[in-house]
């Protein structure tokens, strides 16, 4: 066995965010070559039907979470599930997932209703941050996402986002959400992506997973 397999898996149970493959061999003291394979081994072996957990690319980063046919059962541990994001708040993030940075101004032109009491929930829960002011009269604040959105979704990195034109129905209003992710390394809003570090197995969708541990 890879002698950085259990030292990687020690420090992802103990971890309480995504840990990046580079911060990875930061603190084990190894090259990344060595924890790239030691990641794809502890893969493969979560991948056996008799363990519980499985290994997750999300936020530019690795986590540890139990797998999907277990869900009901943590969620009996967890119990009630906090308070779900209201379709108001799903869709201004959404918006500011595609358009950041973006004004509020701009938010609510595009909604056609305002977005101050959405925008100020998103903030509250840590989803969005502000990220700068705009060259403009007035300077409005600027928001863009956090790395909290890639972990509460399970995204790997927001260039993993799927073309917003391909989400909107045939001859609907096109001229929304078309900023596509860059696909050019970094992101808009500093620590949303978390950088394309991760690099070793696939990524698994997370829908019914939850973190090894809180």
Not at 30 to 45: I, K, P, Q, Y
Not at 69 to 81: K, M, Q, T, Y
Not at 111 to 133: C, K, Q
């Amino acid at each position: 066995m890879n002698p950085l397999l259990p030292r990687i898996e020690a420090l992802l149970f103990a971890a309480e965010e995504p840990l990046s493959t580079a911060r990875l061999a930061e603190l084990c003291g190894a090259e990344r070559g060595a924890v790239e394979a030691a990641l794809r081994e502890l893969d493969a072996a979560l991948g056996d039907e008799a363990r519980g957990i499985q290994l997750e690319a999300v936020a530019g980063g690795w986590r540890l979470v139990t797998k999907p046919e277990h869900a009901d059962a943590v969620a009996r541990l967890r119990g009630p599930a906090g308070a779900p994001l209201s379709a108001a708040a799903l869709e201004t993030l959404a918006i500011v997932l595609y358009q950041q940075p973006v004004t509020r101004a701009e938010i609510d032109a595009l909604r056609g209703v305002h977005s101050e009491s959405a925008l100020h929930t998103l903030i509250e829960r840590g989803f969005v941050r502000e990220v700068g002011r705009k060259d403009a009269p007035g300077r409005p604040a600027l928001y863009g996402t956090t790395r909290r959105v890639l972990t509460y979704f399970g995204i790997r990195d927001i260039r993993d986002l799927p073309d917003p034109r391909a989400l909107l129905p045939e001859g609907g209003p096109r001229q929304l959400y078309l900023r596509v992710p860059p696909k050019a390394s970094g992101g808009t809003s500093g620590d949303t992506t978390g950088g394309p570090d991760a690099a070793a197995p696939p990524a698994r969708p997370a829908e019914a997973s939850s973190p090894a541990r809180d």
